[in-house]
């Protein structure tokens, strides 16, 4: 038997679609077919689903809320396994506890990889514990967010990896679900080494302080969000920023005014925003982000990254990175 039909046959033919356009799971709102489609809401589900096809060799991706995706229009040959495990929850705490019951120091939470960081947020700040707050809004799942390790403010620390405590992942090379401690997966800005792995993020849980008060973390989390909705272009479709900042030595180097590392700036200073190709556009708001304006394809986003890189490398002698991950073939 043909090893798609198997995994279908096996996974339940009425739950895995095939040609499933994957514009319909990008925020980009572009992207093919995927030749098979299966939406894991249990771990037990996403874990059969992540085994069956490492054993039966066909290629996978893993999908959380396609946040930082761009996906080619020919879509990918293989199966998408699109991450919908959401649950999280208390599992520790640590610390003595007084007699007014408030002086708890620090507590453990545990989420699983399809749970959103903005849940992960709310369900923080309401259990009154601090340090995941700038997540609130975030787009995207929490395994998303840890092969990024999403941040916010990056001059304040403000990354998902630095309150990880544990991760539990699959690594498809052996088949194997190992737990692993914060260190192992070497954050750093925008990257974790599951970038290099290629493991799927099955669960984690998080060390967060007790907060001494809960309307102000509320009030922190709000604030971001106000800022997030003034400085981002928001209702029209795309994948948040499409390149990472440049380092504070290229800063130094270009004397960018307040050694400002935003590649926003960089690209604004081109002359780039509002640029066209197709459907797609340099956000006129913030020059980091490309917007799906009229049914873009992905060629002619990727147009426009060309484009950009091009540039920056012949006006400032910069190497732009991307920050969002390619899927199929382009
Ligand atoms: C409007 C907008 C604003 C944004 N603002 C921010 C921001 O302020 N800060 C920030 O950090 N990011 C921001 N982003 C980017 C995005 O929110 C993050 O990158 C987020 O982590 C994406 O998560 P996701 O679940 O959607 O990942 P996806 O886009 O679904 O996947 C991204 C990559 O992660 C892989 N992946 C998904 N799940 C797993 C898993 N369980 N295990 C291993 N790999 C996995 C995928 O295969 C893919 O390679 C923004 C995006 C948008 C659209």
Redesign the pocket.
């Known amino acids: 038997m043909d090893k798609f039909q198997e995994f279908k046959n096996t996974i339940g033919p009425l739950r895995v679609f095939e040609n499933e356009p994957l514009s319909r799971h990008?925020?980009f709102k572009i992207g093919g077919p995927a030749r098979l489609f299966f939406e894991a809401k249990t771990s037990e589900d996403f874990r059969h689903a992540l085994t069956l096809a490492t054993k039966l060799g066909i290629p996978y991706?893993?999908?959380?809320?396609?946040?930082?995706?761009l996906v080619s229009d020919n879509g990918f040959d293989g199966i998408v396994i699109k991450?919908k495990v959401d649950e999280v929850k208390l599992v520790g705490i640590k610390g003595t506890l007084g007699k007014d019951g408030k002086s708890i120091k620090s507590a453990v939470v545990w989420a699983s990889?399809?749970t959103l960081?903005n849940r992960l947020a709310r369900f923080t700040i309401d259990e009154g514990l601090e340090g995941l707050e700038f997540l609130l809004s975030?787009?995207?799942?929490?395994?998303?967010?840890?092969?990024?390790n999403?941040?916010?403010e990056v001059e304040k620390d403000e990354f998902i990896g630095n309150k990880l405590l544990t991760a539990t992942?699959f690594d498809p090379k052996t088949q194997q679900i190992k737990t692993y401690k914060q260190d192992y997966f070497e954050f750093s800005y925008d990257y974790s080494k599951?970038q290099q792995t290629r493991?799927?993020?099955?669960d984690a849980t998080f060390r967060l302080d007790v907060a001494s008060n809960k309307e102000a973390l509320w009030q922190v989390a709000m604030n971001n969000v106000k800022r997030?909705n003034d400085e981002?272009p928001i209702g029209v479709a795309?994948?948040?920023?499409i390149f990472q900042n440049i380092t504070p030595q290229e800063a130094i180097r270009l004397q960018t005014p307040h050694l400002t590392t935003s590649t926003g700036y960089i690209i604004e200073s081109m002359g780039l925003k509002g640029k066209r190709i197709g459907g797609a556009e340099i956000s006129p708001h913030h020059a980091n982000f490309i917007l799906n304006t009229e049914n873009a394809t992905a060629s002619d986003v990727l147009e426009l990254i060309k484009i950009i890189k091009e540039k920056a490398k012949e006006k400032y002698d910069l190497n732009l990175k991307e920050?969002i991950?390619l899927?199929g073939n382009f």
């Open positions: 990008t925020y991706v893993v999908l959380g809320m396609g946040a930082n995706v991450n990889s399809g960081m975030v787009p995207g799942t929490v395994g998303g967010g840890i092969k990024i999403a941040h916010f992942v599951l493991e799927i993020v099955l997030r981002q795309c994948s948040g920023c920050e991950f899927i």
